[in-house]
């Protein structure tokens, strides 16, 4: 991993230099899908740290949907459980960093795995992690503000009596939709700021800010391929959250593994190739 001291490069004169932004390049579906190969490669040759995490996260999710219905807020569970899934980049750091051993040849070991990510408490991971938590809360409060206009101040005994109410009267189908929309808006803007963002700050010394940058160029330099694999993303999660979240502990961590592969073939960074 590079040398995380400074930010700055030295120029000649001995005053800092600012350095360049890291370069995109443009991608091709047919990159997208050597990606995903590399991922699922990277979790056959280490099955047992994405299995791990991805038990762990696919628990989480239990968790929250459950506790939901312990607070007697079933109706919440369906958002809740979509607004958990959007801390899927924060919890596959530790899958960049399997990926990324995998590819410079360094050993593993779940002290060098966890270790890594803990060394991320105090740097420029942790404001990315925030934003993630932000824009989670937004989604939970206009799920909250949705119910309000369209639904009424109102609880429901049950998941079941939630779900008649929004599938068979018109307000709820309102609901249902205009919550979808703005999902999905919000969905893409999360996609959007940290598609490449979190394998940055990962691997290079940056700051989020610049890795955000970088993460929206890369999407806009290459939007049907990147675009598709948000789409695809997308599916995934939302099958594999089916079966009680169980879907998480296999498909999380290839997810994961080719978020790193796709990284490396579309950003270059100091001395360094695109994939």
Known sequence: MTDKTTSHAQSETGTPAIRPMPKVVPITGTDVIDALGAGLMDFRRAPVYGLVIGAFFAVGGLFVVLTAGALNMSYLSYP???????????????????????QTGEPLSWSSIFGAMWAQKGRELSWMAFVVLFIQIMWMYQVRLLLALFLGFRSFSSFEEFMTQVLTTSDGLMFLAVGHVVGAILSLILFSLTV????????????????????????????????????????????????????????????????????????????????
């Open 80 to 102: 809740a459980a979509a607004g958990f899934v959007l801390l899927g980049p924060f919890a596959a750091v530790g899958l960049y960093e399997v990926s990324r051993r995998l």
């Open 196 to 275: 490449v963002s979190f394998p940055l700050l990962l691997e290079e010394d940056r700051d989020f800010i610049t890795a955000m940058i970088t993460s929206v160029k890369a999407v806009f330099t290459s939007p049907l391929p990147m675009l598709g694999w948000g789409l695809v993303v997308t599916l995934v999660l939302v099958v594999s959250m089916l079966p009680g979240f169980l879907g998480l502990v296999i498909t999380l961590p290839v997810l994961g593994h080719t978020t790193w592969h796709l990284y490396k073939k579309c950003v270059v960074n100091d001395g360094q190739e695109a994939a």
